[in-house]
């Protein structure tokens, strides 16, 4: 596996590794890598020639500084990870190198963009959009490897694909969850052990739902899950949105689509958990 933090290095050893019309996957990553992102990876070895994974905190899609400020930073682990996993090129650039310039590009990418985390994290999904872009222009994948437990940012980054016409397939991964159900985050770590106790009870209430959902209908099977978290002293739901799978616009009853999720965040004590769940 070859560490490379310049972006001009990163070209030339991908255009070098890519000769003869080998696929090049890549896996763009904040770091402090887990088994959700190992998902992304060993999917991505298997399908492609070539593996790339950028492990880069951006600064630009973090709309609340002590959220960057207290991130974890596990570098040296990562890259033993990467190593690990049979990784042929680990992209880990300063912020320097990716932007030695200010990155000035506003993207308008229209209502799916705009609901849900568009609307309570003013400006991320733009410095989303500003990395992968550069990601995606630098390394020139065939393919591209996300995670579902973003369910929006996917939903995203297909529609930046869309409208600058980069020439490449969206792999969408199934979220990876510890044990007890909760989604593994990066951020878990920053959960206090009470919190952590109680915050599986995001997805059980999620599970139980669509049980729920069977007899009542979409305001108030909304209504449940939000009252059911809320009832925990250590919980508060930020936003939960049943919605259009492809959309992610609001429905109002169950009959309105055939692509149904529910896509919730939860403030864990002062941890912001996502997570989401099919419908249908
Ligand atoms: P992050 O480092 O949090 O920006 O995540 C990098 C990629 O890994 C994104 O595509 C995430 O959706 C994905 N990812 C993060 N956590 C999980 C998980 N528990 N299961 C599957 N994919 C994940």
């Keep these: 596996m070859r560490i490379i933090s310049s972006v001009e290095q990163l070209k030339q050893a991908v255009g070098v590794a890519r000769a003869g019309g080998r696929t090049v996957g890549l896996v763009p990553t904040m770091g402090a890598l887990h088994e959700g992102h190992k998902s992304l990876v060993d999917r991505a070895r298997r399908e492609c020639d070539v593996v790339v994974v950028s492990v880069f905190l951006n600064p630009t899609q973090f709309n609340n500084a ?21 990784v042929d090129i680990a992209f880990m650039p300063t912020v320097d190198d990716i932007y030695p310039e200010p990155d000035t590009r506003v993207f308008h990418l229209g209502p799916v ?3 849900m985390e568009g609307a309570m994290r003013p400006g991320h999904f733009n410095g989303v959009c500003q990395i992968v872009s550069k990601l995606f222009a630098m390394v020139e994948p065939d393919r591209a490897y996300f995670g579902e437990k973003d369910y929006q940012q996917i939903a995203v980054i297909r529609a930046m694909v869309k409208q600058l016409g980069f020439n490449l397939e969206i792999v969408p991964c199934p979220c990876v969850r510890e044990a007890d159900g909760l989604a593994k985050s990066s951020r878990n770590v920053r959960l206090t052990p009470v919190v952590r106790k109680v915050a599986p009870a995001i997805y059980r209430t999620l599970k139980e739902s669509l049980r729920f959902a069977e007899g009542h209908s979409l305001e108030q099977t909304h209504d449940w899950v939000v009252a059911t978290l809320n009832a925990y002293p250590e919980m508060e739901v930020e936003y939960f949105s049943i919605c259009d799978g492809i959309t992610l616009q609001p429905l109002d009853s169950w009959d309105q689509s055939d692509n149904i999720v529910g896509c919730i965040t939860v403030y864990c004590g002062d941890v912001r958990e996502i997570d989401n769940i099919r419908y249908k």
């Design 66 to 86: 002590d959220d960057l400020r207290t991130y974890p930073r596990t570098a040296e682990a990562d890259a033993a990870m990467l190593e690990a996993c049979d």
């Design 113 to 115: 963009a705009e609901v």
